[in-house]
């Protein structure tokens, strides 16, 4: 760490690279350092792009003693043992959701933060939206009053193409799912953070249109119980013709709050009001369903490093959505309701 910049290596040079190295070369407190990736073309693009150093070799580029923080931008499957190896050679992580293929891994990576000086963080950039930063307000607030209930419907269109652009999407040893652990993740995310905590879930998943493209689900639904004794309800699916606004409701003895995509409604008698509206991810260059909060994110992270605050999204943090995901998969093949696994020292 030098003159309050942190020095970054980039892990994984594919699409979700580019919205790290934008940001990065938008934040005064970040220099790109490093880049690594097994594709020698994406490598020297990055090269190109960033002036930054080339590692085909990850450990090498842990290990070269010039990086403060590594981004771990590679397949699920990777994201547990890249952290963990980097947290254990007192490297700051920030990886990219989901933050392992399944809670046995992620319950090791809060256990080498915690046995680390540095810090572990996961990317869920929604959660720094501003209509959703306005909802927790409210909800935090009190003004919404107690929660009666939640649903979320996330109907996306994947392809077998989209599917075939990278080997490891799709199965269970490498991806750990399929819609529910890369699509939702970031929707099933927000219910716990604004909503709270969930206990169990009753859940079934199935492949319907991708039957011959994935080994894994295309369509999922699910009931769960909060903590609190609300319940709620989920219906996902990447069979649908377009990637249509995800929407997540909460239900309040207040009032009806409607999260769709980045913008929030408070529904009165049914009629929605716009009352908060997000940044346009569109606007800033971005995939619409990945949203505009990876800029926000990235500079919380890099301004707690820097300053010795506290990030929100640590691995205790982030271990919920996957702890459902898991549930569900589990629920699933059991058919039975099956409670979520906790991490451990909350
Ligand atoms: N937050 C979001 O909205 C969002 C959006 C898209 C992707 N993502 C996440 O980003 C991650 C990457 O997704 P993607 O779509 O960019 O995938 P991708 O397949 O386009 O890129 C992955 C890259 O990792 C590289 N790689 C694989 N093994 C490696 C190794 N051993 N060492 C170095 N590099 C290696 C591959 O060559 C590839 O270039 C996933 O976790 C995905 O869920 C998040």
């Known amino acids: 760490m030098q003159n309050n910049v942190l020095r970054a290596g980039i892990i994984g040079l594919g699409s979700i690279s580019r ?28 090269v190109r792009e ?17 990086v403060d923080i590594v981004h771990v931008l590679t397949p699920h499957y990777l994201h547990a043992p890249m952290s963990i190896y980097a947290l254990g050679r ?6 990219e959701k989901p933050m392992a293929t399944s809670t046995a891994d992620a319950l090791k990576m809060i256990e080498a933060a915690d046995s680390s000086a540095s810090t572990l963080n996961v990317i869920f950039q929604n959660r720094y939206n ?18 009666i209930g939640a649903r979320a419907v996330i109907c996306w269109h994947r392809t077998s193409e989209y599917y075939a652009q990278a080997d490891w999407r799709g199965k269970k ?21 604004l909503c709270g905590p969930i206990k169990r879930v009753s859940g079934r998943v199935s492949t319907g249109l991708l039957k011959d493209a994935i ?29 249509a606004p995800v929407m997540l409701e909460c239900v309040f003895e207040n009032g009806v709050y409607q999260l769709w995509a980045e913008k929030l409604f408070r529904l009165v008698d049914g009629v929605p009001t716009l009352i908060a509206r997000g940044s346009d991810a569109k606007e800033l260059g971005v995939k619409s369903y990945w949203g505009a909060g990876h800029l926000a994110q990235i500079k919380d992270v890099y301004d707690c490093i820097l300053t ?19 549930a569900i998969y589990k629920s699933s093949e059991t058919g039975a309701w099956e409670e979520l696994v906790k991490p451990t020292g909350e």
């Not at 934040?27 to 693009?45: F, N, P, Q, T």
């Not at 007192?90 to 990886?95: A, P, Q, R």
């Not at 040893?173 to 953070?193: F, K, P």
Request: charged share 30%; with cysteine.
């Open 19 to 46: 919205v790290h190295v934008d940001a990065l070369e938008k934040l005064e407190s970040a220099e790109i350092r490093a880049v690594c990736d097994i594709d020698g073309e994406k490598l020297e693009k990055a």
């Open 50 to 66: 960033t002036g930054a150093k080339a590692y085909s070799d990850w450990r090498e580029l842990v290990n070269a003693g010039d």
């Open 90 to 95: 007192g490297k700051h992580v920030l990886t």
């Open 130 to 147: 501003d209509s959703t930063q306005e909802l927790k307000r409210i909800i935090d607030s009190g003004e919404a009053g107690r929660l």
């Open 173 to 193: 040893a490498t991806e750990g799912g399929a819609l529910l652990i890369n699509q939702c993740i970031h929707t099933l995310d927000l219910i716990s953070y």
């Open 215 to 243: 080994e894994c689900e295309d369509n999922a639904h699910a009931v769960f119980e909060f903590e609190s004794g609300q319940t709620g309800v989920i219906f996902a699916s990447n069979n649908f013709c377009v990637d």
């Open 308 to 326: 010795g605050r506290r990030f929100s999204i640590d691995g205790r943090s982030a271990f919920g959505a996957l702890a459902l995901i898991e």
